[in-house]
């Protein structure tokens, strides 16, 4: 999702919403396995990763970073979790999920090949050939820079991702 403002004023103030952390950012991401709770909270600092320069960690140290989460489906092997940025870092939900052992789906730099401890077939194939990683940046919320009422966005749920969660319903 992508927001974009026409004017000084309105790019100041979308600006100030990010920092302050006044916006609230909803992802849908589907992750390995499902989490024993319906919801949770990772609070746990995310840093560029000592020796693999291109990833990011969970390292004491590293930058502030929360990540709210709810299981919204359960599937063999699988879920779909909705998440809510209370920070915004780089790669934030792939680490914090896979700090809490459920990596995205088709996530090549921090899943690894979880799919192989999916038990049915045709599930465990449909997350081995999900070619990107199973996240989408679904709701976004702002305040209007001059109404100051709350404005929300909504981005459809892609097609491959659609057609990822039809294959895991149909296994269960």
Do not use: N
């Not at 401890?117 to 070619?131: Q, V």
């Amino acid at each position: 999702m992508l927001i974009a403002a026409k004017t000084d004023l309105a790019h100041r103030a979308l600006s100030l919403s990010f920092r302050w952390r006044t916006t609230d950012k909803r992802y849908l991401a589907v992750v390995y396995g499902a989490p024993k709770t319906d919801e949770g909270v990772v609070d746990a600092p995310i840093a560029r990763h000592p020796t693999q320069r291109k990833q990011m960690t969970v390292i004491a140290g590293g930058r502030p970073a929360r990540t709210l989460w709810w299981v919204r489906e359960r599937f063999e092997g699988a879920a779909l979790v909705e998440c809510r940025l209370v920070t915004g870092r780089t790669h934030q939900v792939r680490v914090h999920m896979t700090h809490i052992g459920h990596a995205l789906i088709g996530d090549q730099t921090y899943a690894g090949r979880q799919w192989r401890a999916i038990a049915d077939a045709a599930a465990a194939a449909a997350c081995r050939e999900f070619p990107r990683q199973a996240l989408h940046a679904w709701k976004l919320t702002i305040t209007h820079p001059t109404s100051g009422a709350p404005m929300t966005f909504e981005a459809p749920l892609p097609r491959d991702i659609g057609e990822l969660l039809a294959a895991l319903r149909a296994r269960r």
